[in-house]
T-cell receptor, first 112, second 111 residues
Protein backbone atom coordinates (compact mmCIF):
# COMPACT_ATOMS: atom_id res chain seq x y z
CA UNK A 1 0.00 0.00 0.00
CA UNK A 2 1.35 3.43 -0.95
CA UNK A 3 2.25 5.78 1.86
CA UNK A 4 1.77 9.51 1.96
CA UNK A 5 3.24 10.98 -1.20
CA UNK A 6 4.30 14.56 -1.71
CA UNK A 7 5.31 16.43 -4.82
CA UNK A 8 7.56 17.93 -5.86
CA UNK A 9 10.44 16.77 -3.68
CA UNK A 10 12.33 19.99 -4.29
CA UNK A 11 11.08 23.40 -5.39
CA UNK A 12 13.05 26.56 -6.01
CA UNK A 13 11.19 29.86 -6.29
CA UNK A 14 12.12 33.49 -6.26
CA UNK A 15 10.89 35.97 -3.69
CA UNK A 16 7.39 37.19 -4.43
CA UNK A 17 6.37 34.14 -6.44
CA UNK A 18 3.77 31.58 -5.46
CA UNK A 19 4.50 27.95 -4.58
CA UNK A 20 2.09 25.02 -4.75
CA UNK A 21 2.86 21.83 -2.88
CA UNK A 22 0.82 18.66 -3.21
CA UNK A 23 0.06 15.75 -0.93
CA UNK A 24 -1.71 12.46 -1.51
CA UNK A 25 -2.76 10.76 1.72
CA UNK A 26 -2.83 7.07 2.42
CA UNK A 27 -5.91 5.51 0.88
CA UNK A 28 -8.83 5.79 3.26
CA UNK A 29 -7.33 8.63 5.30
CA UNK A 30 -9.51 11.71 5.41
CA UNK A 31 -7.37 13.94 7.63
CA UNK A 32 -4.39 15.76 6.14
CA UNK A 33 -1.97 17.90 8.11
CA UNK A 34 0.70 20.28 6.88
CA UNK A 35 3.78 21.09 8.94
CA UNK A 36 6.72 23.41 8.33
CA UNK A 37 10.26 22.61 9.40
CA UNK A 38 12.43 25.69 8.92
CA UNK A 39 16.19 25.43 9.30
CA UNK A 40 17.16 25.35 12.94
CA UNK A 41 13.56 25.20 14.10
CA UNK A 42 11.35 22.34 15.08
CA UNK A 43 8.30 21.23 13.19
CA UNK A 44 5.44 23.69 13.36
CA UNK A 45 1.78 22.94 12.69
CA UNK A 46 0.46 24.76 9.63
CA UNK A 47 -2.95 23.46 8.57
CA UNK A 48 -5.37 20.64 9.15
CA UNK A 49 -7.93 19.47 6.60
CA UNK A 50 -10.57 16.88 7.19
CA UNK A 51 -13.41 15.77 4.94
CA UNK A 52 -12.65 18.56 2.51
CA UNK A 53 -12.76 21.38 5.04
CA UNK A 54 -10.05 23.43 6.71
CA UNK A 55 -10.47 22.56 10.38
CA UNK A 56 -7.68 24.53 11.96
CA UNK A 57 -4.55 26.48 11.18
CA UNK A 58 -1.37 27.29 13.03
CA UNK A 59 0.17 30.67 13.68
CA UNK A 60 1.02 31.47 10.05
CA UNK A 61 0.02 34.45 7.92
CA UNK A 62 -2.84 34.22 5.40
CA UNK A 63 -0.22 33.87 2.62
CA UNK A 64 -0.27 30.22 3.61
CA UNK A 65 -3.43 28.57 2.40
CA UNK A 66 -4.58 25.35 0.93
CA UNK A 67 -7.42 23.06 0.14
CA UNK A 68 -8.46 19.45 0.24
CA UNK A 69 -10.02 17.82 -2.78
CA UNK A 70 -12.89 15.30 -2.88
CA UNK A 71 -10.35 12.47 -3.12
CA UNK A 72 -8.76 13.83 0.10
CA UNK A 73 -5.54 14.90 -1.58
CA UNK A 74 -4.41 18.34 -0.57
CA UNK A 75 -2.57 21.38 -1.85
CA UNK A 76 -0.61 23.90 0.15
CA UNK A 77 -0.21 27.29 -1.47
CA UNK A 78 2.25 29.90 -0.32
CA UNK A 79 1.78 33.32 -1.91
CA UNK A 80 4.18 36.26 -2.03
CA UNK A 81 7.09 34.05 -1.06
CA UNK A 82 9.61 35.40 1.40
CA UNK A 83 13.14 34.15 1.99
CA UNK A 84 12.17 32.82 5.41
CA UNK A 85 9.58 30.54 3.83
CA UNK A 86 12.49 28.32 2.81
CA UNK A 87 11.84 25.12 4.70
CA UNK A 88 10.89 21.48 4.52
CA UNK A 89 7.13 21.14 4.26
CA UNK A 90 5.77 17.86 5.54
CA UNK A 91 2.36 16.43 4.96
CA UNK A 92 0.83 13.77 7.18
CA UNK A 93 -2.41 11.87 6.99
CA UNK A 94 -4.52 9.88 9.40
CA UNK A 95 -7.82 8.05 9.39
CA UNK A 96 -9.16 10.78 11.64
CA UNK A 97 -7.81 13.19 14.22
CA UNK A 98 -7.68 10.51 16.91
CA UNK A 99 -5.53 8.00 15.05
CA UNK A 100 -1.84 7.76 14.24
CA UNK A 101 -0.49 10.15 11.63
CA UNK A 102 1.81 8.97 8.86
CA UNK A 103 4.21 11.37 7.20
CA UNK A 104 5.34 11.93 3.66
CA UNK A 105 8.92 12.53 2.56
CA UNK A 106 8.43 16.27 2.39
CA UNK A 107 8.92 19.04 -0.13
CA UNK A 108 12.00 21.16 0.31
CA UNK A 109 11.13 24.70 -0.74
CA UNK A 110 13.97 27.12 -1.36
CA UNK A 111 13.19 30.78 -1.90
CA UNK A 112 15.97 32.81 -3.49
CA UNK B 1 9.70 27.02 28.00
CA UNK B 2 8.83 24.59 25.22
CA UNK B 3 5.85 22.36 25.76
CA UNK B 4 7.94 19.35 24.70
CA UNK B 5 11.52 18.97 25.88
CA UNK B 6 13.87 16.27 24.67
CA UNK B 7 17.21 15.18 26.04
CA UNK B 8 19.89 14.83 25.07
CA UNK B 9 20.04 17.11 22.03
CA UNK B 10 22.94 15.14 20.61
CA UNK B 11 24.00 11.59 21.36
CA UNK B 12 26.96 9.63 20.03
CA UNK B 13 27.21 5.91 20.69
CA UNK B 14 29.25 2.92 19.66
CA UNK B 15 27.59 0.12 17.74
CA UNK B 16 25.93 -2.29 20.11
CA UNK B 17 25.28 0.18 22.90
CA UNK B 18 21.91 0.63 24.59
CA UNK B 19 20.43 4.05 23.79
CA UNK B 20 17.89 6.07 25.77
CA UNK B 21 16.27 9.29 24.58
CA UNK B 22 13.99 11.16 26.95
CA UNK B 23 10.96 13.36 26.38
CA UNK B 24 9.13 15.50 28.93
CA UNK B 25 6.00 17.49 28.26
CA UNK B 26 4.08 20.07 30.22
CA UNK B 27 0.56 19.81 28.84
CA UNK B 28 -2.21 17.26 29.02
CA UNK B 29 -2.01 14.94 26.07
CA UNK B 30 -4.13 12.34 24.33
CA UNK B 31 -1.16 10.54 22.74
CA UNK B 32 2.60 10.73 22.27
CA UNK B 33 4.51 9.91 19.11
CA UNK B 34 8.10 8.96 18.53
CA UNK B 35 9.29 9.81 15.04
CA UNK B 36 12.50 9.17 13.14
CA UNK B 37 13.88 11.61 10.59
CA UNK B 38 16.78 10.70 8.33
CA UNK B 39 18.91 13.19 6.37
CA UNK B 40 16.79 14.32 3.45
CA UNK B 41 13.86 14.96 5.71
CA UNK B 42 11.33 12.16 5.43
CA UNK B 43 9.73 11.23 8.72
CA UNK B 44 8.83 7.73 9.83
CA UNK B 45 6.40 7.18 12.66
CA UNK B 46 7.93 4.72 15.12
CA UNK B 47 5.33 4.61 17.87
CA UNK B 48 2.13 6.20 19.02
CA UNK B 49 1.31 5.50 22.65
CA UNK B 50 -0.96 6.84 25.35
CA UNK B 51 0.02 4.51 28.18
CA UNK B 52 2.45 1.78 29.17
CA UNK B 53 5.03 0.42 26.81
CA UNK B 54 5.37 -0.65 23.19
CA UNK B 55 8.09 -2.69 21.50
CA UNK B 56 8.98 -3.06 17.86
CA UNK B 57 12.11 -4.99 17.06
CA UNK B 58 15.01 -3.31 18.84
CA UNK B 59 12.96 -0.25 19.73
CA UNK B 60 11.04 0.18 22.97
CA UNK B 61 8.93 3.19 23.95
CA UNK B 62 7.52 3.84 27.39
CA UNK B 63 5.32 6.56 28.78
CA UNK B 64 4.47 7.65 32.31
CA UNK B 65 1.36 9.81 32.13
CA UNK B 66 1.52 10.90 35.77
CA UNK B 67 5.11 12.12 35.39
CA UNK B 68 4.52 13.49 31.86
CA UNK B 69 7.57 11.63 30.60
CA UNK B 70 8.40 9.20 27.84
CA UNK B 71 11.53 7.34 26.85
CA UNK B 72 12.66 5.74 23.62
CA UNK B 73 15.17 2.93 23.97
CA UNK B 74 17.22 1.32 21.24
CA UNK B 75 18.87 -1.98 22.08
CA UNK B 76 21.98 -3.25 20.26
CA UNK B 77 22.31 0.05 18.36
CA UNK B 78 23.55 -0.01 14.78
CA UNK B 79 24.95 2.71 12.50
CA UNK B 80 21.75 2.58 10.47
CA UNK B 81 19.93 3.85 13.58
CA UNK B 82 21.71 7.18 13.10
CA UNK B 83 18.98 9.76 12.62
CA UNK B 84 17.08 12.51 14.40
CA UNK B 85 14.50 11.17 16.83
CA UNK B 86 11.57 13.45 17.52
CA UNK B 87 9.04 13.28 20.30
CA UNK B 88 5.65 14.77 19.50
CA UNK B 89 2.53 15.06 21.62
CA UNK B 90 -1.06 15.28 20.57
CA UNK B 91 -2.92 17.63 22.86
CA UNK B 92 -5.93 16.79 24.89
CA UNK B 93 -9.36 18.36 24.59
CA UNK B 94 -9.69 20.90 21.82
CA UNK B 95 -6.06 20.54 20.74
CA UNK B 96 -6.22 16.86 19.92
CA UNK B 97 -5.97 17.41 16.19
CA UNK B 98 -2.35 18.55 15.97
CA UNK B 99 1.09 17.44 17.04
CA UNK B 100 3.48 19.60 19.05
CA UNK B 101 7.06 18.58 18.49
CA UNK B 102 10.25 18.50 20.49
CA UNK B 103 13.38 19.83 18.84
CA UNK B 104 14.72 16.34 18.25
CA UNK B 105 17.71 14.29 19.36
CA UNK B 106 20.48 13.72 16.83
CA UNK B 107 21.77 10.18 17.30
CA UNK B 108 25.02 9.07 15.71
CA UNK B 109 26.02 5.44 16.06
CA UNK B 110 29.60 4.72 15.11
CA UNK B 111 30.74 1.31 13.86
Amino acid sequence: EAGVTQSPTHLIKTRGQQATLRCSPISGHTSVYWYQQALGLGLQFLLWYDEGEERNRGNFPPRFSGRQFPNYSSELNVNALELEDSALYLCASSLNKNTEAFFGQGTRLTVV
Amino acid sequence: KNEVEQSPQNLTAQEGEFITINCSYSVGISALHWLQQHPGGGIVSLFMLSSGKKKHGRLIATINIQEKHSSLHITASHPRDSAVYICAVKGGGGSNYKLTFGKGTLLTVNP
